[in-house]
């Protein structure tokens, strides 16, 4: 039973515009959420969060927004450029356990 | 800082073989994770460490699942036997402890069992 979930496996994107990645998760009790980012034959890495607390979190072309009460964050790229390519998987974590839950992972292909 | 090291980055070997991955997280880091990575299930924790303690094994699919950290620089994750089902992406991610969100994942090991 998946706890996060990332319902679009794929996302291609004109350079220069917007992409918005969408997240939906289950577990009221999660605290902090993460977006990871992953190239091909490396490991994700680390991209923003978010605290349950917040509703949004900005760091430079990337925001991730939080919608508590439809259990749903996305992650805004502007504007998307072509080394955004790559897979980006969101993930929550509950605290109480320390667990980290990941999605499936949309795959973004940044078009020049 | 090299990052969290992982070896083999691939493994290719048949079913019944036993399968051993291997960990070195990021030095000072108190906490290490076990995911395996297909294209069903995404990202799925395994097991989880805290100063070399196994807090969290639910997510060991089977017995067949082993993890040890026998020290805070080195954990292995044992499959025996393997079987085909097994193939999968295996990272092994650290943070600093309890109560950090951010983790450093490894390059990970491409395990395929034929």
């Known amino acids: 039973d998946q706890q996060v979930k990332q319902n679009s496996p794929s996302l291609s994107v004109q350079e220069g515009r917007i992409s918005i990645l969408n997240c939906d998760y289950t577990?009221?009790?999660?605290?902090?959420f993460l977006w990871y980012k992953k190239y091909p034959a490396e490991g994700p890495t680390f991209l923003i969060s978010i605290s349950s607390i917040k509703d949004k979190n900005e760091d430079g072309r990337f925001t991730v927004f939080l919608n508590k009460s439809a259990k749903h964050l996305s992650l805004h790229i502007v504007p998307s450029q072509p080394g955004d390519s790559a897979v980006y998987f969101c993930?929550?974590?509950?605290?109480?356990?320390?667990?980290?839950?990941f999605g499936s992972g949309t795959k973004l292909n940044v078009k020049p | 800082d090299a990052g969290v090291i992982q070896s083999p980055r691939h493994e290719v070997t048949e079913m019944g073989q036993e399968v051993t991955l291997r960990c070195k997280p990021i030095?000072?880091?108190?906490?290490l994770f076990w995911y395996r990575q297909t294209m069903m299930r995404g990202l799925e924790l395994l097991i989880y460490f805290n100063n070399n303690v196994p807090i969290d094994d639910s997510g060991m699919p089977e017995d067949r699942f082993s993890a040890k950290m026998p020290n805070a620089s080195f954990s292995t994750l044992k499959i025996q036997p393997s079987e085909p089902r097994d193939s999968a992406v295996y990272f092994c991610?650290?943070?600093?402890?309890?109560?950090?969100?951010?983790?450093?994942f490894g390059p990970g090991t491409r395990l395929t069992v034929l």
């Open positions: 991610a650290s943070s600093l402890g309890t109560g950090e969100v951010e983790q450093f």
């Open positions: 577990n009221s009790m999660f605290d902090y």
């Open positions: 993930a929550a974590r509950a605290y109480n356990f320390n667990k980290f839950y």
């Open positions: 030095s000072g880091h108190n906490s």
